[in-house]
């Protein structure tokens, strides 16, 4: 099994910034993937941004310009700098990882969710 720590949340004024953190840990298994959704009250769960292992990251419109992932691969963290937020950026914020367990073997994984709140 894999465990997702989820850290740096809370509340900020509309223009500031947060960065979301997001520790894998276990054993016998390599990432393949790991990004983080967020869920708007009302709203589906919805990708913010993704960066494969490989390199390769996908945004939100919403997020393209504003946020930026990082990978520390021999950790096995991620890292979501949000900057310029705005009140429509208040959600519940959930890390998520595809992994493989003992080679081939596909897992998704889902961390607790930390809250992010925009306000003034």
């Known amino acids: 099994q894999v465990q997702l720590a989820e850290s740096g949340g809370g509340l900020v004024e509309p223009g500031g910034s947060l960065r979301l953190s997001c520790a894998a840990s276990g054993s016998k298994f390599s990432v393949n993937d790991m990004g983080w959704y967020r869920q708007i009250p009302g709203n589906e769960r919805e990708l913010v941004a993704s960066?494969?292992?490989?390199?390769?990251?996908n945004y939100a419109n919403y997020a393209q310009g504003r946020f930026y992932i990082h990978r520390d691969n021999a950790k096995n963290t991620m890292y979501l700098q949000m900057n310029r937020l705005k009140p429509e950026d208040t959600a519940v914020y959930y890390c998520?990882?595809?992994?493989?367990?003992?080679?081939?073997?596909?897992?998704?994984?889902w961390g607790q969710g930390i809250q992010v709140t925009v306000s003034s």
């Open positions: 998520w990882a595809e992994v493989y367990h003992n080679g081939d073997n596909r897992a998704i994984y």
């Open positions: 960066r494969r292992t490989s390199g390769t990251a």
